[in-house]
């Protein structure tokens, strides 16, 4: 969404910036590392950090700053009242008691895939499949999906000048070969991305669209080469995603 330049107000889009500067590569910060991550100078971000310890979204030692629990405010409102995760968890509670195996709903946010839904075991894969996880889009199956689903020059777009962080030995970092794969997965719509994100970890996608036709989230399995092999999580697991994508459109 664009808005007028006299609308925008440019404090408040500092202040979310240092507080997206928190990741799971950097859980404590200074006001140094905060300004870099953000772009904005030592000065600003010091005061934005100061500003948010002091209503409570971050803690400090004085020196370091991290992540209070205030944060999940924010994603537990969201959860707690979005229309697609309600619409989605009782069908990914569906999948999970009929198969074992933990399904996910993610929605594409620039670079990343963000789960808004999940079911599955007690257990849990290493793959991090909490509400709220990020991944990186161009090594998981839910993110090539949702690329797939962009239109031509969107997807160029998004592509412009970006490097493929290799995650695993099988992530696919070469250009030409990851357009080749969005190609395919734009045909076959579904994509199966083994090993990339995570060493271990089989997945599966395919896009959830609504009555219109328009890709809203990305519908998932994942399990681990011990469990099934590629051959038989296709075989077995696919036509059970096709199936929900179907029921769930009119929901969407």
């Not at 202040?15 to 904005?40: H, K, M």
């Not at 950090?49 to 020196?63: I, K, N, Q």
């Not at 719509?189 to 271990?200: K, T, V, Y």
Request: contains cysteine; proline residues 4%; hydrophobic residues 45%.
């Amino acid at each position: 969404m664009s808005i007028a330049r006299a609308d925008f107000i440019e404090g408040m889009a500092k202040g979310l910036a240092v507080l997206e500067s928190f990741d799971t590569e950097r859980q404590r910060l200074n006001a140094t590392l905060a300004a870099q991550r953000a772009g904005i100078t030592r000065a600003a971000a010091r005061r934005h950090l100061l500003t948010l310890a002091h209503l409570g979204y971050l803690e400090t030692d004085g020196s370091y700053f991290w992540l209070s629990p205030k944060v999940l405010r924010f994603s537990g409102s969201y959860l707690a009242s979005a229309r697609l995760p309600r619409a989605l968890q009782p069908t990914l509670n569906r999948l999970a008691a009929q198969t074992g195996e933990s399904f996910s709903a993610v929605v594409l946010d620039q670079d990343q895939v963000v789960i808004v839904a999940r079911s599955g075991p007690t257990r849990m894969l290493a793959y991090g499949l909490h509400l709220g996880a990020r991944l990186p889009a161009h090594a998981t199956s839910t993110g090539r999906v949702l690329l797939a689903a962009m239109n031509r020059s969107a997807f160029a777009a998004w592509m412009k000048g970006r490097e493929l962080a290799r995650l695993t030995p099988h992530t696919t970092v070469d250009t030409r070969r990851f357009r080749q794969l969005i190609e395919q997965a734009r045909a076959q719509d579904f994509c199966i991305a083994s090993q990339e994100h995570e060493l271990g970890v089989h997945a599966l996608a395919v896009p959830l669209r609504d009555m219109a036709g328009r890709t809203v989230a990305a519908l998932n399995v994942v399990t681990s080469p011990q469990r099934l092999d590629e051959g038989a999580f296709q075989r077995e697991l696919l036509p059970l995603l096709f199936d929900a994508a179907r029921e769930l459109r009119p929901l969407l």
